[in-house]
């Protein structure tokens, strides 16, 4: 389990986010929820390496420390636990408020952090990594509530995703072993939902590819293409393919669909360079595994 009272690396210096002056209200109880948010400009987003699931990494500088902007990029009602992407909770569609204000919605919102954490973390104060992975865990239980319009699959890809890389921080700070496991378990939801997602807005189910903004981290959007290039990345390092044949009908798939992010034209707006070589590097690794299982000798 998880101590939600975790000090020291758990520290968000001030000059890294903001608490605003004016509370919104939470659109399912109504109750005050005072927002932090990231404080953008002088430096704090020195970007490092793009990693291989897309997260950005940014440089450790002495005034700002470290900094993961995604981690903010979760707002969660102290009260009712009602959580979700900033612009959902904002505006979330009237119907929710039935269905998630009801005490045994509530009850199943603490049950399950009390599940996987130690206690329910108090929100009402500053954020911290823990914090920050109960309100996107909460949050994916809550995009289940959500209509279609609101591309809750989608959504629920985006936060599973960003809390499988929540516990890659806090496994590099020491948190406990135990986050290897949740970790694994997010990065496996994460597969099943972006194969879903994609899967959806190709019958119509959910159009996500019009959504704004796909992320998944907050500082670059890599739109439609990042989406198909999670899906692959996902399957090829979490999907249980039981045999060979599983393995080579799903992989030849993946392998089509990344030739199409980088087989056509140079790196542009659309296709930033590095999306192009991750890709390519994802499809050489598909490839040579499917040369192994088509080989004479594998057969």
């Known amino acids: 389990m998880i101590a939600v009272d975790f000090v020291g690396s758990e520290d968000t210096r001030e000059s890294v986010s903001f608490v605003r002056d004016e509370p919104i209200s939470c659109p399912i109880c109504d109750e005050d929820v005072f927002v932090e948010d990231f404080r953008f400009g002088r430096g704090r987003m020195d970007a490092g390496e793009l990693y291989e699931d897309l997260q950005r990494e940014y440089k450790y500088t002495e005034e700002f420390g470290e900094v993961f902007p995604f981690m903010f990029y979760v707002y969660t009602c102290p009260n009712c636990y009602f959580s979700a992407l900033p612009r959902d909770f904002q505006s979330a569609p009237p119907y929710l408020a039935n269905i998630l204000s009801t005490d045994e919605a509530i009850q199943k919102r603490e049950q399950l952090i009390r599940s996987m954490f130690s ?84 019958s119509g189910g959910e159009s996500f590819s019009n959504e ?83 080989s004479p000798i594998h057969t």
């Not at 699959?153 to 890389?165: F, G, H, I, M």
């Open 119 to 202: 206690d329910i973390p108090d929100f009402s104060k500053r954020m911290t990594l823990t914090r920050s992975l109960v309100g996107y865990v909460l949050a994916i239980w809550c995009y289940q509530h959500f209509k279609k319009q609101g591309v809750p699959t989608y959504k629920q890809a985006v936060c599973t995703l960003r809390s499988a890389w929540l516990c890659k921080i806090m496994l590099h700070h020491k948190y406990g072993d135990y986050l290897e496991q949740l970790k694994a378990i997010f990065y496996r939801k994460a597969q099943y939902l972006y194969s879903k997602c994609i899967q959806l807005d190709s």
């Open 212 to 294: 704004s903004y796909l992320g998944p981290d907050i500082d670059k959007d890599f739109g439609y293409e990042g989406v198909v290039y999670l899906s692959a990345w996902l399957t090829f390092h979490y999907s249980f393919m039981p045999t060979d044949h599983i393995k080579e009908t799903v992989l030849h798939k993946h392998r089509n669909n990344l030739s199409r992010i980088f087989g056509f034209g140079k790196a542009k707006k659309e296709k930033p360079s590095a999306l192009l070589r991750i890709a390519r590097n994802l499809y050489e690794q598909i490839d040579g595994i499917l040369r192994e299982i088509e």
